[in-house]
């Protein structure tokens, strides 16, 4: 009998999470993936040129995120894995609003949201060390915020939850109760949009389903 000489296909045997966000950490988690999923995350830059597009900051972002990690693995650790890096900004009237520096930039940001309708971006990059390949796309949800008055504002940035999020609101705690409604992925506002990420992954060999 002859043996096949084709060499079995590889696939990562386990994921790198490039993030230090808990919401993406625990958005992976409720996946309930086969295989192990390590944090790693990295100090990386995030300033981008004037010129780049909302599509493409958060999808290089995700991709630097990505390949900063795989800095940090062991050469055995990167040959198995498979790294994933996101980053997620809220638009407006063109501008693209990352996190707040202080308290006074995120009552800033929430008195233009109010009332208004704006973008919400995120992008997946998904890089391979092994074969070096790397894929990122996005997703964008349309977002509508309340009208809300200028205590409704102070009181939520006092509670501290805008401090790490982009646009300064989490729609997945008490900025909820901002929101009026949303056209899109729920969880592209959150900050990783499971339904493209499952699909990437599918990219490389990895069913989630
Ligand atoms: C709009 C919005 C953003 N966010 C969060 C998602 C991201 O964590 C954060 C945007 O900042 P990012 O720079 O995308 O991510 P991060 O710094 O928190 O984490 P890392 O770069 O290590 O992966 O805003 C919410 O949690 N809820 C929301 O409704």
Same mark, same amino acid.
């Given at each position: 009998? #002859? ?5 079995? %296909? ?7 999470? &490039? ?11 409720? *996946?309930? *993936?086969? +295989? ?6 990295? =100090? ?11 599509? $493409? ?5 995700? +991709?630097? /995120?990505?390949? &900063?990690?795989? #800095? ?7 040959? &198995?894995? *498979? ?5 997620? %900004?809220?638009? +407006?009237?063109?501008?693209? +609003? ?15 949201? $109010? ?8 992008? %997946? ?8 390949? $790397? ?8 977002? @509508?915020? /309340? ?9 939520? @940035? ?5 401090? =790490?999020? &982009?646009?300064?609101?989490?729609? $997945? ?6 929101? =009026?409604?949303? =056209? ?5 506002? @959150? ?11 599918? #990219? ?6």
């Amino acid at each position: 009998m #002859e043996h096949s000489r084709t060499t079995p %296909i590889e696939h990562p045997s386990q994921l790198v999470l &490039a993030s230090s966000s808990p919401r993406r950490r625990e958005l992976v988690a409720s *996946l309930g *993936l086969s +295989l192990p999923v390590l944090i790693l995350s990295s =100090d990386t830059d995030e300033t981008t040129p004037p010129h780049w597009t909302p599509p $493409q900051i958060v999808e290089r972002l995700g +991709l630097r /995120k990505a390949r &900063a990690s795989a #800095e940090l693995l062991s050469p055995e650790d990167a040959s &198995a894995s *498979l790294i994933i890096g996101a980053d997620t %900004i809220v638009v +407006l009237d063109g501008e693209a +609003l990352g996190k707040p520096r202080d308290r006074a930039d995120a009552v800033g940001m929430l008195s233009r949201l $109010q009332g208004r309708r704006h973008e919400v971006f995120t992008g %997946i990059a998904c890089f391979e060390p092994r074969t070096g390949r $790397q894929l990122t796309a996005h997703r964008r949800t349309e977002v @509508v915020m /309340k009208p809300l008055d200028s205590g409704t504002i102070e009181r939520y @940035v006092e509670s501290g939850e805008p401090m =790490d999020k &982009a646009g300064s609101y989490g729609i $997945q705690g008490r900025g909820a109760v901002l929101v =009026d409604r949303i =056209d899109g992925c729920y969880f592209n506002v @959150v900050g990783l949009p499971l339904s493209l990420l499952s699909d990437m992954l599918s #990219e490389f060999g990895i069913a989630v389903i």
